[in-house]
């Protein structure tokens, strides 16, 4: 059922049932980090301070962690947890209603990326990142959050007006997935209360609620012993604990403190029991097996952990295998999936899930099925269990390695998923240790036991939810199923240990020349070859490198009589592999080294990202060189391309997110062919020889630089780049100039448009473009960018706050550095479809009256939270790799334009803004668009 597909969700968001008051490690024969600490004040109110300098010094991330969720309410409550969460920035004892987001972003803090919240099943969590660690910013924070937790006003008015913004998040939230994923709870927890409580709630509710009924969830729920204030960042321990003594010690609990209510029952004893979901605009049929069982409630402990490691274990290796059935030809699935998680502490679940085209539903049921009952019966060969060992050793490591260099807002997210987990916050060098020793002792036997173990349940439910009708589909399911069930399986065969092909690429290549930029400590270097090297060492990530190889022209030289080659080369050339490697070789040949490879097509250059550490840095670029000179091209790649294109083509004509991908992203770029996607059938002609044909001249001379930024140092990066990419062939010593392919036009000769499409989710867009021009002219592009955030903020005021349409309108600016004179400001919100002809002339009106005036006050809170933004952008080595070593060599002014960075924006006045919105907000040459979904009749969803 969809909850397989919702597993990394649940960990994550869905914790299981907490302890008030107790810490897990008081319970546990596990250690706590000692870098942290834990403290409790005589109310029961417990806190976390951390301390950490990443990225940035002088700064800290602070949480308020409420154990109370959507499992909290009544009948008449649903959506309530979510709504408080709403009301906390409407109104408190000390920040009054419509103040809290100006007031922090006088303080440096953006709303959304500062200033944040949410809410699931059992948790409340109230965000935010402080731009200083001084006592008035602490002081600031903890105030706010003490108002969170007993001081929120709950105005009816406010309720009132915000009511419009919670339906608009429903809204927005609405989907197949999201459909069928209810419809899964359902099937599979008929006796609990889980499926009745979904945090979004119910629009009956939403709109009845009223005061009382907020102040008894509030007055119920928000008491002291359900809170944690979590702090990470570089603090002062005892300014801050003080802090908090002095603002929460006084907080009491209204109405006392109330059990967890009862979650309902696990049901037991229905046996084999099926279901179908029907949802014809889903992109693809899902298919799921589970066997769901009482979750073990003992306490975080090494043995659980232990417990925990061998099922995840066992479901990676199975999970190899399903890799490959996928890429088999003539293979019924698309993709597939074994997993187990925990729910609340309630219930455990054990499945695997495959997505299949809808003719195909029952075979791929029965591989599904058969590859289950392979591993249950069979187990796992010494082979399979070497690579899952390796690779689960591997990611412990990492963290172990990187745990200095982690960041405050990932810190503090992390330590709120383990409080709501019930989990020992650990030391990453302690459980690289523990891990180390436990696999030790663990065979590939232990997995094979531990999956007999939970699948000896009788209790097996088998869901399908997407595209596809059934007659008496649960009796059809359950004949399909016990017909494969009598299908014997064969134990797996043993496969033979591989080594990498491509170590050696002929003699190193020798530097021809180097250069090195003081100022930014960028090093550059220019091989025999022509290849060039561009390398930055960094402290931002321990053991962390970052690789990006560019190549060639990208969209620029896309051949314009092969229309849809685009998105066919990035799905089609990476699963291609390599000449003598599959990319299932290649996954188990890297199982214990931290190599990766993605391939993407950029507007002006084909590109290979990697991420790495230093000892793994030249396996890293042998798999990425290799990449280069012995590409696959492997039809199993075409296969899976062309089997996944039915599920591609429905999300583009049945969701609003396809219609903006396709139509939208074609009509705003002049209807140009690399933007968007061609015709079903044009698709279709796609081949691997084309994708030869265009990419092997690319491949084999395109002018190339390889940039390199992390914890490693320039000349052992250049010597291992002199042995991989510099003993290439020699390639072009300069970049093509694509003149006419630069050349995109903005639709001018039209202001106004709309797109139908059909679907029954009613979620609709209104979208608006001012046109602008390229990024080239960096100074007037930053300006552009702030002036994106006055706009932004003056939707938020007036569409969101004031008026109450809609949950999330945004606005920002997007300028282009490949394609001549192109860019935008563009702005958009989501809205019922009544709401789209309302809101359209609204975004001109919005836009049109900046240039009356930019308050000193809203150009401040603009500007603020954008160079605090900045100055962690700059502590993180992507920004160093895509926005400023990325073909610095044939770009140049991207030295100049991160050296003038801090310094320029710091430099804009609010003079500069109204000037660029007289020019391009004033000029009527706005172009809104509309995405209104048009109900099919007769496609009702059925179960």
Known sequence: MRLCLLAALCLSLLPATSRAEIWPQEVSDLKPDEKAVFGRLENGLRYI???????????????????????????????????????????????????????????????GADTNAHTSFKETVYKLELPRVDEKMFTEAFELFRDDLDGMLLGQEEINKERGVILSEKLARDSVDTRTMEAGYKFALPDSLIPVRMPIGIEETLNKMGRPRFVDFYEKWYTPKRAV???????????????????????????????????GKLTKGRGL??????????????????????????HDSAARRREKMIRTLADNMLNQRLSELAKAENSPIMEAQAYNFDMFKFFENNGIYAKSKPEQWKEALSLAEQELRRAVQHGFTEAEFAEATSSFLKSVRLRAEQKDTRKNSDLADAFVRQLGNDQVITDPDADF?????????????????????????????????????????????????????????????????????????????????????????????????????????????KNGVNIMVTFGGGKLEAPKDKPGMIPFAESVFPLAGLEKHSVDDLRRIFASKTVSTKFEIKDDSFAFTGKTTPQDFEAQCQRLCANIAAPGWREEAERQFKKNLDALYTAIEHTDEGVMQDKVEAFTHGGDFRFGFPERKVMDERN??????????????????????????????????????????????????????????????????DFSFV?????????????????????????LILLGQILDDRLRLKIREELGETYSPMAHHLANDTFTGYGYMFAAATLKPDQVAKVKPMFTEIAENIEKGITADEFERAREPMLQQLIQTRRDNRYWLTRTLMNCQAQPYRLDWSRSLMDDFSSIKKEDLEALAKQYLTNGHVLTIGLVPTAKQGEARTE
């Open 759 to 783: 679907s029954e989710i009613t979620r609709s867009w209104a979208l608006a473009y001012w046109p602008t021009d390229d990024m080239l002219d960096i100074r007037r592009t930053r300006r």
């Open 49 to 111: 301070i951390y301390p950490n300098k990443f990225p940035v010094a002088g700064r800290a991330s602070v949480r308020l962690y409420v154990d109370a969720g959507s499992l909290m309410e009544e009948d008449d409550q649903q959506g309530m947890a979510h709504f408080l969460e709403h009301m906390a920035f409407n109104g408190s004892k000390r920040f009054a209603a419509g103040t809290m987001v100006e007031r922090f972003q006088r303080l440096g803090m953006g709303f």
């Open 229 to 263: 204030v979590v702090v990470v960042g570089d603090v002062d321990i005892p300014l801050v604990e003080g802090l908090i003594k002095k603002n929460f010690s006084d907080s009491k609990a209204r109405r006392g403190d109330s059990e967890d209510p009862s979650l």
């Open 273 to 298: 029991v099926a279901m179908l979901h029907t949802e014809m605009e889903a992109a693809a049929t899902e298919i799921s097996i589970e066997a769901p069982r009482e979750a073990n409630k003992a």
């Open 688 to 753: 691997l020889a084309e994708l030869k044909a265009w990419l092997t001249p690319a491949l084999k001379e395109g002018y190339m630089e390889v940039s390199v930024v992390g914890d490693i140092d320039p000349e052992k990066a250049l010597e291992v780049i002199g042995k991989t990419f510099g003993a290439l062939a020699k390639r072009q010593d300069k970049r093509p100039e694509f003149a006419d392919a630069r050349k995109i036009t903005f639709p001018r000769d039209v202001h106004d448009k």
């Open 433 to 541: 240790k523990r891990v180390t020793a436990d696999l030790a002792g663990i065979t590939a036997e232990d997995c094979h036991k531990a999956l007999q173990e939970v699948w000896k349940n009788p209790d097996v439910q088998v869901f399908i939810g997407g595209n596809l009708k059934l007659d008496n589909a649960s009796e059809t399911i359950l004949t399909a199923y016990r017909e494969s069930q009598k299908k014997e399986v064969k134990a797996p065969e043993q496969s033979k240990a591989l080594e990498f092909a491509y170590t050696s690429f002929g003699e190193a290549g020798k530097v021809a020349s180097t250069n090195v930029v003081k100022d930014l400590e960028i090093t550059q270097a220019v091989f025999a070859n022509q290849v060039r090297a561009n390398v930055k060492k960094t402290e931002f990530e």
